[in-house]
């Protein structure tokens, strides 16, 4: 009952002020309807003259975006899925994709025009924004990339040079957790390891009861290797792990390797902005990369490398080197070689877009925190599990342990079973393998990352706690019932 | 709004899963191919097609699809569309260049993307001490801008000797170039180095001529070079690309500048060799170690459309008569026709004969104009599309010692299948205009 009410409140009762006023709505072009060549002839209201340049948040007495509205703005998503794994792609209303299309329209009609007038004037127009966003001091510590995939090799790529050049010596360190995302272990592998780096991981336990045992367990490590006389070039933090998923304490982690005598501090926020708080200020780290396609309504894909320019601003370079080569990585990312700029450029719009929403995008965190936080408790209560970490410990996504008689004992049962709930149950939701400790009797083996995000409604959730309670009733186990290739055995 | 991914002919049961020329009984008519380029700016005469290519209408649909696919259900698309979709484009790309094995085959953004990855591994050549310090990168004096500072950023930086080719332009013959080439070499060789890559452009950007890349690929055989990187941006579309007949071990040509392909996408083609060097993407993530064509094939979250029309692609261009094969002949015959209508009608002359160029054509500039430098070209470049409509690069040829009466400033014009011959008019006067308003550079405010 408490849950419907707090769904009523957030649903309905913003409706209920707006329904005696004249509304005026801003309905979401949904030009990217295949359409024939003509229709590419109409151009939005595309303004270089914005008004949005900075954007302290604008609540709109009279005309937040409604229901029936957000639903529009992603009626593109597919209506037969419960979605509930924003974190994973994220996703892009509308409204935004129309505004991708202009700008790629615009190139696409006279790109020399396009490239000498007005490229370099967006992709500033994005960085200033992001620099508001996070709350950075200067533009020149903002770049913009492809995603947070690319920002990590942008770092590491520098780091292979220190070693070469001899900044840094063999067997310098890297310190990392071992939840750290896969890809980003294998860039420290490529640059890290293979120029004569250590790496340091960090055991991590999962479920999670506190930011304290992550602390200590990590301070314990640098401590150890500064006895062993090891220096440590780079710590690289995730500031919310992929899977399991926890909003780790980045600004008191930083703190610790500012304590602890580490060189360099990167925090890998790949679902950062837009879905925990991002200040550069508060967090103190040297670097810091977030992608703004998953939780800032952007589309496939754009992210920004923050820098910061006080401490000894180590030279780095985009790796793919154009004609702005030396010119501080924020110019030469701004031109690596033709291609589809567009993503970089609709920053603006999407702010427009989230200032739709009361209370803007802080507004929308804390919707999504509190909207995932009970989901989470509504499936761990039918199921009779429980969350992987406190919920003060989680953003917008959180784990919700899998009923034991599921029988989820590898990563590749973890894979099956959700490539069965989205073939067989129409629900998208990544699950999580976590293998047990020896002294536990019980196989407590698979979470389920739910995340909530503004296009979600309770439905989702309730189909996936139903899919899942089918199975338990229908004595599923990923080994019998899922064949060698995962598919459903007769 | 489509609430279930559209199905799209493209994806599955494509008629052209081959490159093969397909004849048809009704080939696309003028008025089709003017409505497939209907969102170019009509008031420009776009005679640049070179810089940033070209795409039809009917790719950018197919571009659509395959977003909205995306965005209906990304979880989805990633697991069961994505990788099928690039090794299909792979796969028409090995038809298209004549590879051996699509493994050889690895899908890029562009051709820097592609230099980025060649240079990545001779930078690591060097500081694992499988190269000498000193040991030398050859490459052309007219080598793109972007690649030269690609080199300077990993082999120069890394401990590499760089030594450039001078090229003399306007040009005569291949021969002019070949000797240089090998003069090049003999330094590059000189005192016990070896020369480790060489980097070769297959049409030069600017100025723009057809380089004899197989002959200078042979050279580089005889001479011991480790390795060939031919930088081919422009050739695909173009020009002929045949990978067992060029011979070189790495070649890499963009798709969105004269294949009709949307930004971005290019090739790399690695030759499968028993020395099998090992080239890494330099954006790192889940398949590292998998080989660059796969790697290449997930480089974290990002927009892959451009990757997966290349059948949409061959769809278009089997509507012309004699597929791509037409359209390059006939884009080779109408801009030497057109260059050589410009060079007479302003009393100048082509960059170098009609057999060194392709789709596109240096023509020199009436010398009254005043190209002085540079920074003259750009002014000039912008005059023109601001007063008269006209986009096309001019390039600066500094006056060698001792030369009279050369001219200093060449355009390159382009000619696509879009192109009319009103756009080349429509420059012969802007620049008729210009000379008889006694017009030069020096008049132009910076």
Known sequence: ?????????????????????????????????????????????????????????????????????????????????????????????????????????????????FLFNELHKGILKSRNTVKELINAEDVDEISIVDNATTAVAIVLQQMQWAFFEGKFKKGDAVIILQCAYGAVKNSIKAYFLRAGGYVIEVPFQFPVNSSEEIISEFRMALVKEKASGRRVRL???????????????????????????????????????????????????????????????????????????????????????????GKGLAIESSWIGTRDYSPSLVVPSVVEFTN????GIEGIKRRNHDAVVEMGKMLAKAWGTNLGSPPDMCASMIMVRLPACLGISSNDDALKLRTHL????????????????????????GYARISYQVYNKIDDYYKFRDAINQLVCDGFTCAQSLGKYGLPSS | ?????????????????????????????????????????????????????????????????????????????????????ILHSRTLIRDLINADHVDEVSIVDNATTAAAIVLQQAAWGFSESKFEQGDAVVMLHYAYGAVKKSIEAYVTRAGGHVIEVPLPFPLNSNDEIVTEFKKALEKGKANGRRVRLAVIDHITSMPCVVIPVKELVKICREEGVDQV?????????????????????????????????????????????PKGVELHHPVVSHEYGNGLAI????????????????????????????????????????????????????????????????????????????????????????????????????????????????????????????????????????????????????????
Not at chain 2, 35 to 63: K, Y
């Open chain 2, 295 to 446: 790697e290449s094939a997930w480089i974290g979250t990002r927009d892959y459309s451009p990757q997966l029309v290349v059948p949409a692609v061959l769809d278009f261009v089997n509507r012309f008569e004699g597929g791509i094969e037409g359209i390059k002949k006939r884009n080779h015959e109408t801009v030497v026709e057109m260059g050589q209508m410009l060079a007479k009608a302003w009393g100048t002359h082509l960059g170098c004969p009609p057999e060194m160029c392709a789709s596109m054509v240096m023509i020199g500039l009436p010398a009254c104009l005043g190209i002085s430098s540079e920074k003259d070209t750009l002014k000039l470049r912008t005059h023109l599309r601001e007063k008269f409509a006209v986009e096309v690069p001019i390039y600066f040829r500094p006056p060698k010692n001792g030369e009279v009466e050369s001219l200093t400033g060449y355009c390159r014009i382009s000619h696509q299948v879009y192109n009319k011959v009103d756009d080349y008019y429509k420059f012969r006067d802007a620049i008729n205009q210009l000379v008889s308003d006694g017009f030069t550079c020096a008049l132009l405010s910076n």
């Open chain 1, 422 to 445: 989205r073939e067989q149950f129409g629900v998208e939701v990544p699950i999580y393998y976590q293998m047990p400790k020896h002294e536990e009797v019980a196989t407590t083996t």
């Open chain 1, 235 to 325: 710590a690289m933090i995730d500031h919310v792990t992929s899977m399991p998923s926890v909003v780790l304490p980045v600004k008191k982690l930083v703190k610790v390797c500012r304590e602890e005598g580490v060189d360099q501090v990167f925090i890998d926020g790949a679902h950062g902005v837009g879905c925990v708080d991002v200040d550069m200020q508060e967090i103190g780290a040297d670097f810091y990369t977030s992608n703004l396609h998953k939780w800032f309504f952007c589309p496939a894909s754009v992210a920004f490398l923050y820098c910061r320019k006080s401490v000894t601003h180590l030279e780095l370079h985009h790796p793919m080197v154009s004609h702005d080569y």
């Open chain 1, 356 to 359: 739709r929403f009361e209370g």
């Open chain 2, 1 to 85: 709004m489509a609430s279930s991914p559209d199905h799209n002919h493209t994806l599955n049961g494509d008629s052209n899963t081959h490159a093969s020329k397909k004849p048809k009984l009704s080939f696309i008519t003028p008025s089709e191919i003017a409505a497939e380029f209907s969102h170019h700016d009509p008031t420009v005469a776009r005679i640049n097609n070179g810089s940033f290519g070209s795409c039809p209408d009917s790719v950018l649909q197919a571009q659509r699809r395959w977003q909205l696919k995306y965005l209906s259900q990304p979880d989805h698309f990633y697991f069961n569309h994505l990788q099928a979709g």
């Open chain 1, 1 to 113: 009952m408490a849950c419907r009410i707090i769904m009523f409140y957030r649903y309905y009762v913003a409706h209920l002020r707006l329904c005696h006023q004249n509304i005026q709505i801003l309905k979401p072009k949904l030009s990217f309807r295949i359409s024939r060549a003509s229709s590419y002839h109409y151009y939005h209201n595309l303004n270089p003259t914005d008004t949005q340049t900075n954007f302290p948040i604008k609540p709109k007495l009279s005309s937040f975006i409604t229901d029936s509205e957000i639903e529009a703005e992603f009626s593109h998503h597919d209506p037969g899925v419960a979605r509930i794994n924003n974190g994973s792609f994220g996703c892009s209303p509308a409204f935004v994709i129309s505004e991708l299309q202009q700008w790629q329209l615009k190139w696409l009609r006279q790109p020399d025009h």
């Open chain 2, 229 to 273: 990187f031919v930088d081919a941006a422009h050739s695909i579309g173009c020009t002929e690309v045949d990978m067992k007949d060029i011979g070189a071990d790495y070649y890499t040509s963009n798709l969105h500048k004269w294949l009709f392909c949307p930004p971005s996408i290019a090739f790399l083609y690695c030759r499968k060799s």
